[in-house]
């Protein structure tokens, strides 16, 4: 499972500038600072688009350089869990290892069995973060919240059963209901990163990949108090290296200290229309009678509507 962040500190309601009871004066003024600063940003990225700050110290080249001159491709996976990392495979005697294609720090070696399937393979996609859970471990994420109606109604349920869960939030829906990420946080839930407008990544330039991740995580800080390093690429299949994902937008996030959380399976809840015509029994669940350890993808937010029957799940 996903450990759930904790936050540094707590803040409390009194201590804002605002005194208005109903919050709006100050919901404004959060998405209007959250709308300059997200401009700022873009002018300094544009500007310094060769040489991207990281929010974690970044050493060796940049993952444009990696691409362009090595043309890192991945058509192999291995390892078991929902972080996925891209690694070059570094062959020395007696040993084969995975390594950090930007810093060359090794980041896992290759057991027999993984090596066999690697083959002569230059790069993998790695996942990690099974090894150490208990069995039949279910992790719950959530994507493209948070929703200001919904989301609360999905905590409730969630502090019912007692279920921890990790929340990929986008940028721009933080900004404008900070305090629901607020709760996530409180109520021991993890945060993520599931940028700042939820584009094609592969489909825009690397300073836009850059602002989409980067503001999304300053924002996060802003809200919670707290960095996260977990982030989910928008569209993803969920399939690793199968679907060919975009391989450039994950070593660009990666060397600035971001893992990618990929998933198991994929409810599509996004696309049913959630009228009263729509019940639980619409919305495929996994096998759960496996002992495999399962990442489940679900959505708070998004959709035909952007609506969501969260308490159907609570019910049936």
Do not use: C
């Amino acid at each position: 499972m996903l450990k759930p962040a904790r936050p540094s500190r707590t803040r409390r309601a009194e201590g804002f500038v605002f005194a208005d009871p109903s919050g709006r004066r100050w919901r404004s003024l959060r998405v209007l600072i959250a709308v300059l600063s997200a401009g700022l940003l873009v002018l300094s990225l544009v500007a310094v688009a060769s040489g991207l700050v990281s929010p974690w110290s970044r050493n060796g080249a940049t993952a444009a350089e990696l691409v362009s001159r090595g043309n890192v491709t991945t058509s192999v996976a291995v390892g078991s869990g929902p972080v996925q990392r891209v690694l070059a495979v570094k062959r020395s005697p007696g040993e084969v290892s995975g390594v950090d294609p930007g810093t060359d720090a090794v980041v896992h070696r290759f057991t027999a069995d993984e090596i066999r399937t690697i083959g002569d393979a230059q790069y993998v996609d790695y996942f990690s973060g099974y090894d150490t859970l208990p069995a039949k471990t279910v992790s719950l994420t959530f994507d493209d919240g948070p929703d200001p109606r919904y989301t609360p109604e999905l905590l409730d349920v969630l502090g019912t059963q007692h279920v921890p869960a990790t929340f990929f939030v986008i940028g721009k829906n933080v900004a404008r209901n900070p305090q629901i990420v607020q709760r996530m946080v409180a109520e021991g839930h993890a945060v993520g990163d599931h940028t700042m407008n939820h584009p094609d990544l592969a489909g825009i330039p690397a300073w836009r990949n850059a602002y989409e991740l980067v503001s999304t995580d300053r924002i996060i800080r802003a809200t919670t108090g707290i960095a996260t390093r977990l982030w989910r690429l928008p569209y993803d299949t969920g399939e690793g290296a199968d679907a060919g994902p975009s391989t450039d937008s994950l070593l660009a996030a990666q060397q600035r200290g971001y893992l990618h959380a990929g998933y198991d399976f994929d409810t599509t809840d996004w696309a049913l229309d959630p009228q009263a015509t729509t019940a639980a029994k619409d919305i495929p669940l996994p096998d759960f009678s496996s002992d495999d350890h399962l990442t489940v993808l679900l959505h708070d937010a998004g959709g035909p509507t952007g609506r969501r029957r969260w308490r159907t799940y609570a019910t049936t």
